[in-house]
Nanobody, 119 residues
């Protein structure tokens, strides 16, 4: 019942910054916990960050803690991922998804946006 669309991915130099957006083109995100995940070629899809439905609590993978910030604007039906001090290891397709803390599952996914960090 929710269709998500990510945007903002680009080619950037190491040390640069990028802001990703995830908007619900169908449905609303305001009652959902949200998450960002990423997948590099040949790797498993890994968890990046999550935020509760109200925006009152956030959580980050150790690999991005201190560099990435997840936020949301329910009035704009959008979730953001601010990425600073980017490293080549951050290169991946980034996805947003709804998530259930109770069920430990992701129900709805976006199509992904490519982030490439060059040396």
């Amino acid at each position: 019942q929710v269709q998500l669309v990510e945007s903002g991915g680009a080619l950037v130099q190491a040390g640069g910054s990028l802001r990703l957006s995830c908007v619900a083109s169908i449905g609303t995100i305001r009652n959902y916990n949200m998450a960002w995940l990423r997948q590099a070629p040949g790797n498993e899809r890994e968890y990046v960050a999550r935020i509760t439905w109200s925006g009152g609590s956030t959580n980050y993978a150790d690999s991005v803690k201190g560099r990435f910030t997840i936020s949301r604007d329910n009035a704009k039906n959008t979730v953001y991922l601010q990425m600073n001090s980017l490293e080549p290891e951050d290169t991946a397709v980034y996805y947003c998804a709804t998530w259930s803390a109770i069920r430990s599952t992701y129900a709805f996914w976006g199509q992904g946006t490519q982030v490439t960090v060059s040396s």
